[in-house]
């Protein structure tokens, strides 16, 4: 260990002048020994826990930061704002940078601490332990250069943050999405010049036509692959270029006709109003993939609607419906011969930061008796439920297309229902499940998505 100290000394006398760590590293935190490091602080660096440690001396893998850095380097921070100055109150830094305002907890900053003793940068894990956070805790020591905060607590450990990572990760009310989502009704949906659609090629040979398909998906709510292989397997590769496929009791994929291969309506040849898939799963499936490979027949429409324009008309006009449809848990249910499926859920979600929408369950069909409801809400809950449903089923809230071979369909079943008319003859339909958490860290990978 002496050789290591030494070797450590010599390697401190670099924190005597500035060091400039390239920003990949900034992001991932600064970490420098104060000037005098003491013998304790020498300890840290041997790797004892809690406190700071010269991150630059260990070349941690940034992969991650990576990532964080490239998501946070788009991220456009206020230009020349001059505001940039930190209040230290009883609980909380309170750091202004532009038109941002953000408290945030010393607690927080403390647990969220990224040097290398505090945070496994190549698992991208932490290692606090929380339970021995210290819940009363202060800085002694905060400084701000307008870009780096940087702490030092009692300990001498060192914490800090790029204000860009605190924007992206900290608690505010000005979190905004990535890409502007598009909610649509019939009206809107015609005005779209550039339709939600990728040609197959792109689509599965160019990173820009996969991207562009995730951010039709994270704007619309959906996007057709066109030209594709008018088959199953055309199915299974065009959805396996996205992600794996999510598989369920109804199996990995499907190509299905009206055969009653399952109880549901799906495998009849009547009609099926707006819904949304997987209710009745806890984690109702990201996306749905609807490929229809033949029909000789009549009808056999596919009917979209945009669950969160829906919503967000319902919260407009009639927000004590989306009050209780948001809070309301009820169960949903798939239930035949081989299957007693039920979940719990709200039939609404909204993000807790930005209140938009997060997610609709919606299947009237699927509805399990109400068992979670008290009986003196009963009654408001029906006509939330309702309200919805008269915003949902309004033929300007309805986009009808005919899908032909070739044609794949991928519905984020998190916010756009989907539904048929009624048809005859021979139709079949070929499709899968996709998961949801995958598909949108596609969306983070590719930047379209921070939150
Ligand atoms: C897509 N696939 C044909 C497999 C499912 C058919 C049944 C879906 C069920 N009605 C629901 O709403 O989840
Ligand atoms: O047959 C269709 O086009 C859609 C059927 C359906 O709603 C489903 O499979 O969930």
Known sequence: NTKLIQQLFKCTSIFQQPIRLSAVQQVSSLHTLPRESSPKQQQVFLGAKHHSCPSIFRQPDLSCWNAVYRSCSSFVSPQGSRNRDITLNKEELSVRYGHY????????????????????HQTCQKNIDNFELDLDIRPTEVSFDGTVLTIEWPD???????????LENTYHDQHRDRVERVLWNKAIMATITEQPMVPYKDFMETEDGLKEHVKNLMKYGFSVVTQAPPSHEGTLAVSQRLTFLQPTFFGPSWSFTSDMAFGDTAYTTLGLGAHTDNTYFMSPSGIQVFHVLEHQGTGGETLLVDGFFAAETLRRDNPTAFKCLSETVVAHEFYDSDHRVRSLGTVLSFHPTTKKMFSIRFNPYDRSPLHTVPPDQIKKFYKSYAALTEEIRKPESEVWLKLKPGMVLFVDNWRVM??????????????????????????????LQNL
Do not use: E, Q
């Open 156 to 166: 001498k450990h060192l914490t800090s943050y790029n204000i860009d990572w605190l």
């Open 101 to 120: 305002h953000l408290d945030l907890p010393y607690v927080w900053l403390r647990d969220h601490c990224r040097c290398d003793v505090c945070y496994n």
């Open 418 to 447: 989907h539904g048929r008319s009624s048809f005859t003859g021979l139709r079949r339909v070929s499709g899968c499940y996709l998961p949801r958490d995958d598909w949108f860290g596609k969306a983070r990978l590719f930047g």
